[in-house]
């Protein structure tokens, strides 16, 4: 593996990590990867909204009208693959996509580790199950993992889980960052996706394709996620210059949506996997 990038948590810690890139999967590695036990300590920060339900900044307030557009475009997208039946998002946050799933008639559960973001989200009457062990094989119609693959410390392990748990004709969608992008380019190594060391591993389309084949999980269409070069930029604003310069992260942001829609390469993008013949 070659060397790609050096690059800084400025989050949480300002330690400095390495991003490898392997060729062969079009992938890159943050090295050093975290100890299980450290892990969870990169995540005490201010930036991750995600574990929140905050509406009172700007940022925040943008965030939250944001993630309604978004979470009717994901319940578009499930129903657009199946039958309403059990779902399953892994990394379900604040329960808001499961809770909208649940009150379109799907069968929800979910998965989340962080105890902050489980305790808001049963607020919404969203379930869960500690571990993915607890679950039967083949048990799901869709299974989702929102921006959750990349923090994901087992990969291998964790794709055979998800074949392991959905049904023989059922659907994979999974969300994560694209290193390929406009706006990875532009920032390098101050681009608010590479989050290391939170995010384990950076993924292309080449990436997603061929892991996911090794389990018989076929990749049959790539969405664009367009809000996420927007949130992006604003981030890699704060971390280059100190401010989150609206003006200039919107113009980044539209100019890689611009990028994208000539390269289909985006700022994150949403893999649709059908589980094929075992």
């Not at 339900?53 to 309604?68: A, C």
Request: proline share 3%.
């Amino acid at each position: 593996m070659k060397h790609f990038l050096k690059v800084i948590d400025y989050s949480v810690s300002k330690e400095t990590f390495d991003l490898l890139h392997n060729e062969e999967l079009d992938m890159l590695i943050t090295n050093p990867q975290p100890s299980l036990e450290k892990l969870p300590s990169y995540y005490e920060s201010v930036d991750y909204i995600s574990h929140t339900d905050g509406n009172k900044s700007l940022f925040e307030k943008m965030y939250q009208f944001v993630k309604g557009i978004a979470l009717k475009n994901k319940l578009k997208l499930i129903n657009s693959q199946s039958a309403k039946g059990r779902i399953l998002d892994i990394g379900a946050g604040v329960g808001d996509f499961l809770s909208v799933c649940k009150n379109d008639g799907w069968q929800t559960v979910g998965i989340e580790p962080s105890e902050k973001a489980k305790t808001i989200a049963k607020g919404k009457g969203v379930s869960f199950v500690e571990n993915q062990s607890e679950l039967e094989d083949h048990s799901f119609d869709i299974i989702t993992m929102w921006h959750v693959l990349e923090h994901v410390p087992d990969l291998e392990n964790q794709i055979k889980e998800l074949k392991r748990l959905i049904k023989p004709n059922g659907t994979i969608i999974i969300a994560v960052p694209n290193f390929n992008s406009f706006d990875a380019n532009y920032y390098g190594k101050f681009w608010a996706a590479f989050d290391v060391p939170i995010h384990l591993w950076h993924f292309s389309k080449t990436a997603i394709k061929k892991l996911f084949a090794v389990e018989n999980l076929e990749l049959v269409k790539v969405l664009p996620m367009k809000f996420d070069s927007f949130y992006v930029s604003l981030l890699s604003e704060k971390y280059k210059t100190g401010k989150m310069n609206y003006i200039k992260a919107f113009f980044i942001g539209w100019k890689s949506n611009r990028y994208g829609s000539k390269n289909s390469e985006y700022s994150s993008h949403i893999y649709v996997l059908k589980n094929a013949k075992n």
